[in-house]
């Protein structure tokens, strides 16, 4: 008897870290992969905020490399984006902060960001 089986598996963290803005569907790790190509950025993480048109929106919180602090604000950070993403993927909002929450493993709580921004 020769019985053959497919087994599919599944990578999935329960769809908090995806983001809906306007009806499409933008995955945070893409948004930070590109901002780290940003030559000024030390460290990003993307969540999702509320808008009012759009339910929800891209937000970035950027932290600096030290030498850049200072010379550039939120806005530069999204136009530059807008020059490599498409338009429904560019953070509407970029907070600047000094550093980014992390665990005890070093690891970025973007849970906390995100809890933040919903207002939980």
Known sequence: MNV???IE???HDGGASTINAAGFKVWPAEIEMSLYEHPDIQEVAVVSAPDARRGE???AFVALKPQSR???NGD???HWAKERLATYKVPRV???VEALPRSGSGKIQWR???ER???R
Do not use: A, H, M, P
Request: no cysteine; aromatic share 8%.
């Open 4 to 6: 053959t089986s497919e």
């Open 9 to 11: 598996l599944y990578v």
């Open 57 to 59: 929106t891209v937000k």
């Open 70 to 72: 200072g010379r550039l």
């Open 76 to 78: 530069d950070i999204v």
């Open 94 to 96: 970029v907070e600047l």
């Open 112 to 114: 906390v960001l995100q």
């Open 117 to 119: 921004e919903w207002g």
